[in-house]
């Protein structure tokens, strides 16, 4: 991956939820949609590990982590793509994906 002219290497789980945000952008995924996705059919994950690889991509991605602007948060909803980085993008014109 490529920001500002500085090449970063990407785990292959990070390349896998990039690729799903880019694919779904502008669109709220569920945690368990996202986890379907990434991990199949299985409904046994459980903890924190997707927030572990949301936080991995954003510290890549982000400008700052701590707000991010691409992989936004959708409080009680889950989480969306912003291609442009649009601060409060996801609240004002994000679509729920319909199920998986």
Known sequence: MRRDNEHFALRSSE??????FVNHAMTVLTRMQLNEKLRGNSVLHQ???????IWR??????????????V???????????????TGAAERGAMVAPGV
């Open 15 to 20: 390349f896998a939820l990039l690729k799903i």
């Open 47 to 53: 903890g924190r590990s997707l927030d572990v690889s």
């Open 57 to 70: 991509l954003r510290r890549l991605i982000e400008i700052d982590p701590s707000e991010p602007r691409y």
């Open 72 to 86: 936004q948060t959708v409080w009680g909803r889950g989480y969306v793509f912003v291609p442009h980085g649009e």
